[in-house]
């Protein structure tokens, strides 16, 4: 398996723009997350999905943002409008089912730069 | 508000030695626990995952300890070698929080020849 594929790499965008975000989670897994890594307040999970549907999204700093998982095989994390402060790294990572016992696989993250 | 911290948050070592990275976590109820190295600029990469009831797991010149009571783990690197430099998140998953892996702020690792 190829991992957890995310796209872009990096972004760069304009204060007010919208940014879409996307992920690919490791075929089979059925949890999938999203994260946010920042210099300032390190790894944050921002949503997370189980079956594609939204569990727990109290980490999604406003509505500004908002995520959506259409499938078992695809996840965007949208903002509109962007803001200079949402710049961060933006990770997504996925686990299988099957219990407590199972590793988180991370993607190579997508680095976001508004301006 | 369960919490995570590593320390140190930074070292330096020598080729060869043999380090240990610390972790502590505020509360003991979790169900695993996963050790992952971030290179710079790169995705987290999953070194080991140590449950509950273990008290160790091991992974070629990697061991991760577990004391859940006390709330610690500690992953050794035996031999270190240049290679291994980069930053060591850990993470445990505490019950009752929906499959969320709570993050430390990492311990930034460099091995030096």
């Known amino acids: 398996d190829a991992g957890v594929i995310q796209s872009p790499r990096h972004e760069v965008t304009e204060m007010g723009q919208e940014v879409t975000l996307r992920c690919k989670p490791i075929?089979?897994?059925?949890?999938l997350f999203w994260y946010r890594q920042t210099m300032m307040r390190g790894l944050e999970l921002l949503i997370y999905?189980?079956?594609?549907?939204?569990?727990?999204d109290s980490g999604m700093p406003e509505d500004r943002f908002s995520a959506k998982m259409p499938n078992a095989s695809f996840s965007t994390l949208k903002i509109q409008p962007s803001e200079p402060r949402d710049s961060a790294v933006y990770f997504c990572?996925?686990?299988?089912?099957?219990?407590?016992?199972?590793?988180?696989?991370f993607g190579q993250g997508t680095r976001l730069t508004v301006v | 508000k369960q919490e995570v911290t590593q320390i140190p948050a930074a070292l330096s070592v020598p080729e060869g030695e043999n380090l240990v990275l610390n972790c502590s976590f505020t509360?003991?109820?979790?169900?695993?626990l996963q050790w992952f190295r971030q290179d710079p600029g790169k995705g987290l990469t999953s070194l080991l995952l140590?449950?509950?009831?273990?008290r160790e797991q091991t992974s070629g010149r990697l061991n991760a300890s577990l004391d859940k009571s006390s709330g610690r783990s500690t992953l050794y690197i035996a031999a270190s070698q240049p290679g291994d430099s980069a930053t060591y998140l850990c993470?445990?998953?505490?019950?009752?929080?929906?499959?969320?892996?709570?993050f430390g702020t990492g311990t930034r690792l460099q091995v030096t020849l």
């Open positions: 993470a445990p998953w505490f019950t009752g929080t929906a499959s969320k892996l709570t």
């Open positions: 075929s089979g897994h059925n949890s």
């Open positions: 140590i449950q509950s009831s273990q």
């Open positions: 999905f189980n079956n594609n549907v939204p569990i727990d």
């Open positions: 509360d003991s109820a979790i169900y695993n």
């Open positions: 990572a996925s686990r299988p089912g099957g219990g407590v016992n199972t590793e988180a696989f």
